[in-house]
Structure formats: C-alpha cells, structure tokens
C-alpha cells in the first residue's frame, strides 16, 4: 500500500516548457487535489475533483490543466511554464473532503 | 468569505515550555477543523481533527465557535516537535480543504 505517490520528485524547466506532473493513489478514494506550496503563502489549492470524470477549479489555477484520468490517477500540466510557477506541488486524496492524505512532493523549478 | 488565519509565522520557544499555535477562522456554517504537521522535507501528514477529540504527540486542539478558533496546544515542547503546522478548514463535503499559511514552530534545548 504505497499510499499518494508523485513523479518527478525534482524538475527543472525552462520557461516556456510544458510538463506533466504525475499523481497516483491506492487508497480507493474519490477525491484528488493538486496544491502548490510557497514560502509564507502555505498550500494553496490548484485544481481538485471531487470524483472521477469531475474536476473544479480552485484558489490558483492560471496556468495549470488537470486531467482525472481513472479513479487513481490525477495529473497536473503546465502548457507553458513561468518562472512564477518554480514551487512545490502536492498531491493529495481523500475518501471525502474532510480527511487527506498527500503525497511526497515535487520540487518544480522555473529558469 | 472561508478563511483560515495563523496569525504567527514563526514560533520559537525553549524545550519543557508550553507551546500554543493560533488558528481561527471564517466560515458560516459548521466546519470541520483540522491540524497537519509537516516535519521537515516530509509530507503533510494529519495531526489531529476536532470531531475525534484526541491527543496525538501530546498535542490538543479545542474548537471555540465563539471565538471562531482551533488552537493547537502541548504543555510540554519537544525537540521533536519542530515542524511546519498548518490549521485547515473543511466546509461541504466534496469541497476541498482550505489551508493557513502554517506556522514554523522550532524547539530548541
């Protein structure tokens, strides 16, 4: 049961480079959420789905697009990468809203 | 408007001292509160929520509705306990949570 798991764990891109981000979980839940965490700024929502086949917008999505592809997986891409985006991302899941379980983070740098 | 506030972005006290993290918040209706703890280069990981009323790590946490707060406390700081604490809000099931900005909390002997 390996719990939340996400690749890379390091990415450096250029600006204007596009990437996916990979998140996958084996905990059977139905929810996923993609944050980025910055200094003093704490997680902030990106995107997250309430369900598979559901994906919803949330504090900062500008420049981010999701795709719930099953009930595992959840990706996050960056069709044109800004220095703006250099952050770490969490993964996350939950069986509701009210519990969630992350995972390792990828540490994305933008030059 | 939802919101969560940690007033504090670092918090420094002595190992054996008392130790209370601020959270309080906005949000009409009832929510479910919670505090995640990062340790360092680790992931968030749940602490405690309120519903289930427990003390983990020596740490508790009372929701006042009055005072719209969720203070983490310990009476007694460990070294160990040195991390990243954030303070989150769930509203309607199926929303996200919404999370403070975290407070670094370090413990020195």
């Known amino acids: 049961n390996a719990g939340v798991t996400q690749t890379p764990k390091f990415q450096v891109l250029k600006t204007g480079q596009s990437m996916t981000l990979q998140c996958a979980q084996d905990?059977?839940?139905?929810?996923m959420y993609w944050y980025r965490q910055d200094p003093g700024m704490g997680l902030r929502l990106i995107y997250y789905s309430a369900s598979e086949g559901t994906t919803d917008k949330g504090e900062v999505p500008n420049g981010y697009n999701v795709s719930r592809l099953n009930k595992r997986e959840f990706s996050l891409r960056l069709e044109s990468a800004a220095p703006s985006q250099t952050s770490v991302y969490f993964c996350?899941?939950?069986?509701?809203?009210?519990?969630?379980?992350f995972g390792p983070g990828t540490r994305l740098t933008v030059t | 408007a939802q919101r969560v506030t940690q007033p504090e972005k670092l918090l420094s006290v002595f190992k054996g001292a008392p130790v209370e993290l601020k959270c309080n918040y906005s949000?009409?209706?009832?929510?479910?509160l919670f505090w995640y703890v990062q340790y360092s280069r680790q992931r968030l990981q749940l602490l405690l929520r309120h519903i289930s009323r427990e003390s983990i790590k020596g740490f508790t946490a009372d929701l006042n509705k009055g005072e719209t707060s969720f203070h983490l406390k310990k009476p007694f700081a460990q070294e160990e306990d040195s991390a990243m604490y954030y303070c989150?809000?769930?509203?309607?099931?199926?929303?996200?949570?919404?999370f403070g900005k975290g407070t670094t909390l370090s413990v020195s002997s």
């Open positions: 905990m059977n839940h139905n929810s």
């Open positions: 989150a809000l769930s509203g309607r099931e199926g929303t996200a949570l919404i």
């Open positions: 949000y009409s209706g009832s929510p479910e």
């Open positions: 996350a899941s939950g069986r509701d809203s009210y519990e969630q379980y």
